[in-house]
């Protein structure tokens, strides 16, 4: 094999193994405070607009299913520079995805989704007091009395959820 070849096959193969360490690391990256997707029944007639989650898949919407079967969902750890985002699936993107849906049913970290004939007011909370709080639905909701924080890249989460700084 000619040496310019066998360098351009070293230097694709190392872009390839650099491409698969920024996929698998930023799932690796814990920082700040972890923010969390927290689930409360709500009576029927108090949500004003909600977002059918009887038929959400699993793997797409992992923090909304996970809030809405035990009360809260796993951590999730924003990363360094607001890197890790465009890399990993966040609960931001689920409330993203919910607002697609149906824009009034979700407004800045809150939304309201149905599944069954119950009605869930899901709300993201940061911090330590989301992390004690546990039970199982329904149950009292953690209050985020952290702000959130702002990012290099578009401003806070709540602002992006709102279109704002995009």
């Known amino acids: 094999m ?3 070849t066998r360098n351009v096959v070293l230097v694709v193969l190392a872009v390839l193994v650099l491409l698969l360490a920024l996929g698998a690391l930023p799932s690796l990256l814990r920082s700040g405070d972890p923010y969390y ?3 409360q029944t709500v009576e029927n007639g108090s949500a004003p607009a909600t977002v059918n989650a009887t038929a959400l898949s699993e793997r797409r919407f992992p923090y909304t299913t996970a809030a809405l079967d035990s009360g809260r969902s ?3 750890y924003d990363g360094p520079l607001g890197l890790k985002e465009a890399f990993t699936h966040s609960p931001f993107d689920e409330l993203s ?3 697609a849906r149906n824009a009034s049913a979700v407004e800045n970290r809150t939304g309201f989704v149905t599944r ?3 009605t869930y007011r899901l709300e993201l909370v940061r911090g330590e007091e989301a992390a004690n709080a546990t039970g199982s ?3 009292a909701n953690a209050t985020n009395a952290t702000s959130m924080a702002s ?3 578009g401003g ?3 602002d992006r959820l709102a279109g704002v700084g995009r």
């Open 2 to 4: 000619r040496r310019i």
């Open 37 to 39: 997707l927290t689930a």
């Open 74 to 76: 796993d951590a999730y």
């Open 97 to 99: 995805e919910l607002a």
């Open 116 to 118: 069954g004939n119950a």
């Open 137 to 139: 639905v329904p149950r």
């Open 151 to 153: 990012r290099t890249t």
């Open 156 to 158: 806070s989460p709540t």
